[in-house]
């Protein structure tokens, strides 16, 4: 069982089919902001540069589980599934791994990055639920549900 004062290790896994240095930094720098952000301590960056997800054997992507079959991990952070693999079945077997040994599985593609971002995702959400809460009981008040 993990202590729950120690703070959490991460690694972070990247990858791209072509040789494209700005997405790989947009990968490592959105998964470094969200440790940072979340005081989460980074024990390693795997990054996979012109790879297929299609290859088996990506020598980064093997790299980074030998690192979690050491147990020397908490979290997996990676821009989005299909950075890991577009092979439903290898997905599904990725995340029982991680699953198994009690990893969390972190996709920052839809995570807030800049602080204005971040606000603006905030009120989008706050928008959201006021506007369903209004909706909720309008649609309540002026359409009542009849069983028939």
């Keep these: 069982m993990k202590e729950t004062n120690k703070a959490k290790r991460a690694v972070i896994y990247a990858r791209t089919s072509s040789i494209d240095?700005?997405?790989i930094g947009?990968?490592?720098d959105k998964a470094c902001h969200y440790c940072l952000n979340n005081t989460?301590?980074?024990v390693g960056i795997y990054i996979d540069c012109g790879c297929s997800d299609?290859?088996?054997d990506r020598p980064k992507f093997m790299e980074m589980l030998?690192?979690?079959n050491t147990g020397t991990?908490?979290?997996v952070l990676v821009s989005d599934a299909d950075r890991l693999t577009r092979d439903s079945l290898s997905l599904h077997l990725f995340k029982q791994v991680v699953k198994d040994k009690n990893i969390e599985l972190i996709f920052t593609a839809g995570l807030p990055y800049t602080e204005v971002e971040l606000a603006q995702s905030l009120m989008f959400k706050e928008c959201l639920k006021n506007t369903?809460?209004?909706y909720s009981r309008t649609r309540n008040k002026a359409f009542p549900l009849k069983h028939q």
């Design 21 to 23: 240095g700005d997405a």
């Design 66 to 68: 030998e690192k979690i």
């Design 73 to 75: 991990v908490d979290c």
């Design 54 to 56: 299609r290859k088996s």
């Design 132 to 134: 369903n809460a209004f």
């Design 40 to 42: 989460i301590g980074i």
């Design 26 to 28: 947009d990968q490592i």
